[in-house]
């Protein structure tokens, strides 16, 4: 059975970091598309960061040079280093998991992903 279990999120000040961790049962991670999305209220959710079975790694041109996507394969678990934090992050952050191996493109879209965390909430205050 698939599962995975965000963790980390939290209130912050503008300019602050926050780790999220993404662990996962039923998946070997070094062999699917993972993704961190995010929502906010009233809003779509969006990909924040994707990183693919071959090891490469895209981001939302929002958080380009602030956040960085990673993967421990010993552990199975999914991080999402976050720095330079901007009230314009706070959402409920969400990882989620392709199920099919190997696929070599991991889009944007929210509907390719298969299976999903409950989400954790980043706050960042001004």
Same mark, same amino acid.
């Given at each position: 059975?698939?599962?995975?279990?965000?963790?980390?999120?939290?209130?912050?000040?503008?300019g602050?970091?926050?780790?999220l961790?993404?662990?996962?049962?039923?998946?070997?991670?070094?062999?699917?598309?993972?993704?961190?999305?995010?929502?906010?209220?009233?809003?779509?959710? &969006?990909?924040? %960061?994707?990183? *693919?079975?071959?090891?490469?790694?895209?981001?939302?041109?929002? $958080?380009? =040079?602030?956040?960085?996507?990673?993967?421990?394969?010993?552990?199975?678990?999914?991080?999402?280093?976050?720095?330079?934090?901007?009230? &314009?992050?706070? %959402?409920?952050? *969400?990882?989620?998991?392709?199920q099919?191996?190997?696929?070599? $493109?991991? =889009?944007?879209?929210?509907?390719?992903?298969?299976d999903?965390?409950q989400g954790?909430?980043?706050?960042?205050?001004?």
């Amino acid at each position: 059975q698939v599962q995975l279990v965000e963790s980390g999120g939290g209130s912050v000040q503008a300019g602050g970091s926050l780790r999220l961790s993404c662990a996962a049962s039923g998946y070997t991670y070094s062999r699917h598309c993972m993704g961190w999305f995010r929502q906010s209220p009233g809003k779509e959710r &969006e990909a924040v %960061a994707r990183i *693919y079975p071959f090891g490469g790694t895209s981001y939302a041109d929002s $958080v380009k =040079g602030r956040f960085t996507i990673s993967q421990d394969n010993a552990n199975n678990t999914l991080y999402l280093q976050m720095n330079s934090l901007k009230p &314009e992050d706070t %959402a409920l952050y *969400y990882c989620a998991a392709v199920q099919k191996p190997w696929v070599a $493109v991991c =889009g944007e879209d929210p509907t390719q992903y298969n299976d999903w965390g409950q989400g954790t909430q980043v706050t960042v205050s001004s």
